[in-house]
C-alpha cells in the first residue's frame, strides 16, 4: 500500500526547499513532458523511442514512423498543456473537461470519436475485465465524476490520483485513448495538490495491467496503489537532484 505519511514528508520538503532558477525549473518541465509523452505512448504501443519522441516534439519528422505516431506525441504533449491550465486556472472536474482532454488526445487521428462517449462496446485485450455496456457510459461517467467530487475529494491526493486512474478506466469511456486520458487525470489530482506529476515507465507495463485488472475484477486495489505509492516517490527524484540534495532514504 501507500506510505502515505512518507509521501507527505517529501512533498514538505521540497515545499520548503529554496526556489529553482527559471531555467532549472524549464529544463525540468522539458524533461518531464517528453518522458511522460513517451512512456504513456509506448504503453500504448507507439513505436518511437524516447530520442525520436524528442526529435517529434521539435517538429522533425522520423523516417519510417507512421502519421498517427507523430500526431501521438504532438496531442499528447499539448493535453499535458491542457492538464497544466486546469490545474492553473482552477477548473473544475467535469464530464466537459474530460471529453475536452480525451479530444486533443485522438486530434488529427480519430476527429470522429474525439471527445464523444463511445456508442459501442468493447473488450480489452489480453484483460479479464470487460468494460460497462455504451448505454451505460454517460450514466457511469456522471456518477464517476460526483465520487470524484464528494468522496474523492476526502481522499490522500495520491490515492485519489490512484483511483481516478483505475476509476476511469474501468469504464473505459471513450473508443481509444482511454490509457492516456486516465494517466493525464491521475497527475492532474497530483498537481493541484502540489505533488509532482508521475511518469508510469513503459517497462513496468505488464505489472500495471496486472494491478489494474485485479482492481477492476477482485476489487483488490492493493497492487495498483503500491504501484503509483512507488511512482509517486520517484516523482520527486528530478528535483532533489536539481537542487543538488540526496533523496529521502
Do not use: C
Not at 492553473?88 to 464530464?95: G, I, L, M, V
Not at 456518477?143 to 490520483?161: D, K, M, N, Q, R
Not at 506529476?197 to 476489487?219: K, N, T, W
Amino acid at each position: 500500500m501507500i506510505d502515505f505519511a512518507r509521501l507527505n514528508v517529501l512533498k514538505q520538503r521540497l515545499d520548503g526547499s529554496p526556489p529553482l532558477p527559471a531555467s532549472v525549473v524549464a529544463n525540468l518541465h522539458e524533461d518531464l513532458v517528453l518522458r511522460w509523452t513517451y512512456h504513456s505512448n509506448a504503453i500504448e504501443g507507439n513505436t518511437l523511442t524516447l530520442q525520436e519522441t524528442k526529435v517529434a516534439l521539435e517538429g522533425i519528422t522520423i523516417g519510417g514512423k507512421t502519421l498517427r505516431e507523430h500526431f501521438e506525441a504532438l496531442n499528447h504533449r499539448d493535453a499535458i498543456g491542457y492538464v497544466e491550465a486546469v490545474v492553473a486556472n482552477d477548473e473544475p472536474f467535469s464530464a466537459h473537461m474530460l471529453r475536452s482532454l480525451h479530444a486533443l488526445i485522438l486530434k488529427n487521428i480519430d476527429d470522429e470519436n474525439a471527445g464523444v462517449w463511445r456508442k459501442f462496446n468493447v473488450t480489452i485485450s489480453g484483460a479479464r475485465h470487460v468494460p460497462p455496456e455504451a448505454l451505460l457510459v454517460p450514466e457511469q461517467m456522471e456518477t464517476f465524476v460526483h465520487w470524484h467530487e464528494s468522496e474523492g475529494a476526502s481522499l490522500h491526493p495520491v490515492e485519489l490520483a490512484a483511483r481516478t486512474h483505475a476509476d476511469f478506466v474501468k469504464i473505459h469511456p471513450f473508443m481509444d485513448g482511454n490509457g492516456r486520458t486516465a494517466r493525464l487525470l491521475m497527475n492532474l489530482d497530483l498537481m493541484r495538490k502540489g505533488f509532482p506529476p508521475i511518469v508510469l515507465p513503459v517497462e513496468r507495463r505488464l505489472a500495471y495491467y496486472e494491478a489494474l485488472d485485479a482492481a477492476h475484477v477482485d476489487g483488490d486495489y492493493t497492487a495498483f496503489l503500491s504501484l503509483i505509492g512507488e511512482m509517486a516517490e520517484k516523482a520527486f527524484e528530478p528535483y532533489w537532484h536539481a537542487l543538488g540534495v540526496e533523496k529521502e532514504k
